[in-house]
């Protein structure tokens, strides 16, 4: 159970009203024909609130979460929201995830839990590489 703390950050990020959709790929949302041959995959998105939203993160950053390695995109995710839609962290730790933010779309690279108080993390980070899909 999630207290206050949880429901007052997400508050604050939902008031941003900035949201991003996360299209997690797993593996039983692959699309075949007949013939068991793959045509695709039934893609569909998640909206989460996210802020702060954060471009070319920095070396000093990115450490302070824990992501080693360069990134385009790191964007904060409340467990509250995660919770509230029946999301775990576990399920942010999947292959082939992406993030749509402002009409781009991000590979996500690493989901990192950040910002506890006594009874947890915050903050679901994702760190994003750009496709160079708009």
């Known amino acids: 159970m999630l207290n206050s703390d949880y429901k007052n950050v997400y508050d604050l990020v939902k008031k941003q009203n900035t949201q991003v959709d996360v299209y997690f790929n797993k593996y039983s949302n692959v699309v075949k024909n007949d013939h068991g041959d793959v045509i695709g995959s039934d893609n569909t998105s998640v909206k989460f609130y996210a802020f702060p939203i954060e471009y070319n993160p920095s070396d000093k950053k990115r450490d302070q979460i824990g992501i080693k390695t360069p990134v385009d ?29 402002f009409g781009r779309r991000y590979h996500v690279k690493q989901a990192k839990e950040f910002s506890h108080n006594s009874n947890g993390f915050l903050y679901n980070v994702l760190a994003g590489i750009s496709d160079g899909k708009k």
């Open 73 to 101: 995109v790191l964007a904060y995710l409340t467990f509250y929201e995660m919770e509230k839609k029946g999301y775990t962290f576990d399920d942010f730790q999947t292959e082939n995830m992406s993030v749509t933010i």
